[in-house]
């Protein structure tokens, strides 16, 4: 006969709350690379033995062909700043764009030079592109040792007003965006505002649909800001640009620092708004559609919606459209006559979620909430005026 369990004697507890500790550096310049400009040495200054340190580089292939004298000057940076750098032990180019998350091809080179050029955890890894490539890039550095430090160089308007902010890293998988993937927090982030002469004009837009996301979600001010300077950042005007592209990227921030989910373990997600679409556009189109483009659409949906349900005015509602517009953002795409498919990927967004679905609509300019269902038909009905 089997004896009663005696929970007194054999069971124990030990449950404690884990409060790891990071810096999250962040700066904006132009000309990091200029041997006069002294941001990235002093971001890495903290590391008493910075000079005993040793880095491999990593450059998006479209900077790399934007700027093809881009290594040289990097590695003339690093000599004149010897004593207070580390030391650059490879420089390699590598797919960028959605290309670099396809599959493991970058996370794998990456984990392959930590090994063979001997990067140790507090040596470092840095990486030159747009978001795509950093998101590829960063889940290799996470992994190898398990993390070693990343610097990260966004060259994308994109990347600089949202995606380098964040503390996410990850790759595609199964047609999903982002499915395999690991939190890790920069060790410094330097944003080169002069890198963004050499974007193409409908890349360079494409990144302000972030912009427009954090102003709707956040300051109703800065949302105003943004429908000013709409016609100049339209004309890719880099100083009429750079404000905005600065406050998305400190509002971007606060949010996951002072939030208080930066590893997102919680359902709601604010900085997702409009991406529960978006994410199911780019798939569908086998990212023909680009990120950017995507969430131009998918919060002017989500907007839509709003409106429909009563939730946001005609008046805020026309607001939105109008600054997407001058943005030279897309207002429409055939895609969304496709709406089985599309509402499909609101069981994708709840799977990672990791609970109920939780959506972010609007009640406002600069007032956001959270939902857990839609109305498939309206939502059918506001794709439909967008097809």
Known sequence: MTKPHDATKHDSAHDRAVAPSFAHRVRFT????DASNHTLREV?????????????VLIDEGVAAAQPRIAEQLRAYFDAHRAHMPRVVAIESCAGGERAKHDMTVVDRVIELVELEKIDRKSFVLAIGGGAMLDAVGFGAATAHRGVRLVRMPTTTLAQDDAAMGVKNGVNR??????????????AVVCDESMLSTLPQAVFRAGF?????????????FFAAIERAAPAIAACDLDASSPVI??????????????????????????DFGHWAAHRLESMSAHAVSHGDAVA?????DCRYSNLKGWLSDADFARIRACVAALGLPMRHELFADTTRL????????????????????????????????????????????A
Do not use: C, W
């Open 30 to 33: 132009r000309g990091a690379l």
């Open 44 to 56: 890495l200054a903290g590391d008493a033995a910075i000079a005993s340190r040793r880095a491999v």
């Open 174 to 187: 199964f047609g999903k965006k982002n499915f395999v993937g690991a939190f890790a927090v920069p060790y």
């Open 209 to 221: 649909s972030e912009s427009v996301k954090i102003a709707l979600l956040k300051d109703p001010a």
């Open 246 to 271: 600065r406050r998305s990227a400190e509002l971007h921030l606060a949010h996951i620092v002072d939030g208080g989910d930066p590893f997102e373990a919680n359902e709601a997600r604010p900085l």
């Open 297 to 301: 659409l998918g919060l002017l949906l």
């Open 343 to 386: 509402l499909s990927g609101l069981e994708e967004f709840r799977e990672h979620l990791g609970g109920q679905l939780t959506v972010t609509m609007l009640r406002g300019i600069g007032h956001g909430f959270e939902v857990h269902e839609l109305d498939a038909d309206l939502v059918r009905r506001a794709a439909g005026e967008m």
